[in-house]
């Protein structure tokens, strides 16, 4: 059974500081994606990123493949408290059309 | 504009009383999943359907069955819904398998149910 651990699982830090949540596995995955969820919602993708060592911007969230494809980052600059809410890394394996989702980060952000 | 769309929001039921949860699609995607998410967990996938095949988590309890009359609709019936199986449960579809492509899976809100 594939695992993804997220680290840290909690996270609450103030406004306008950079902070990183980490994805490790043991696996190796196709292609590894970022989701956010918000209370009371569905997650939401983020990206999805898939060669290794593939680093995606979207606005101030960076998110990195680790060269391997078994790890992922996600670095959040002058975090908001926008950005509140719980983020879920999930693998797609070879030959398996099932996502393994990571254990969660729960980021809190500090007016 | 909605794509996943789950009814109801919220859910109450009673101990042992059989409840039905909906979940339709706007995508004409192929597969559509259930996931039980306790609280602040992460998702546990319970089955899902590749069009009319379905496919069942080995550790998905019997309780919980599927149903897909067509391709806009699938159904979550818990026959007898114990206190633990309070969570929210999530729909969502990918248009193929995900290994297959970089299709991602999109989400429905969610349905929170409740066992009194």
Request: hydrophobic share 35%.
């Given at each position: 059974t594939q695992l993804l651990e997220q680290s840290p699982q909690f996270l609450s830090i103030q406004e306008g500081e950079n902070l990183t949540v980490y994805c490790n596995s043991s696996s190796v995955f196709s292609s590894l994606q970022w989701y956010r969820q918000e209370p009371g919602e569905g997650p939401v993708l983020l990206v999805t990123v898939v060669t290794g060592g593939e680093v995606k911007k979207l606005k101030r969230l960076t998110f990195q493949f680790g060269d391997a494809r078994k790890d992922s980052s996600l670095h959040i600059t002058a975090a908001q408290p926008g950005d509140t809410g719980l983020y879920l890394c999930a693998g797609v394996s070879f030959g398996n059309e099932k996502l393994t989702f990571g254990t969660g980060t729960r980021l809190t952000i500090i007016p | 504009d909605a794509m996943v769309i789950q009814n109801p929001r919220y859910q109450v039921t009673q101990f042992g009383k059989p409840v039905t949860l909906s979940c339709s699609q706007t995508l004409n995607h192929n597969v559509m999943y259930w996931y039980q998410q306790k609280s602040s967990q992460a998702p546990k996938?319970?089955?899902?359907?590749?069009?009319?095949?379905?496919?069942?988590?080995?550790?998905?309890?019997?309780?919980?069955?599927?149903?897909?009359?067509?391709?806009?609709?699938?159904?979550?019936?818990?026959?007898?819904?114990?206190?633990?199986?309070?969570?929210?449960?999530?729909c969502a579809t990918s248009r193929d398998w995900t290994s297959t492509s970089t299709d991602t899976q999109y989400f429905g809100p969610g349905t929170r149910l409740t066992v009194l």
């Open positions: - | 996938l319970l089955f899902h359907y590749y069009d009319k095949d379905f496919n069942n988590e080995a550790d998905t309890p019997d309780n919980f069955q599927s149903r897909r009359p067509n391709t806009s609709f699938c159904f979550l019936d818990i026959r007898s819904p114990g206190l633990g199986d309070a969570a929210m449960y999530l």
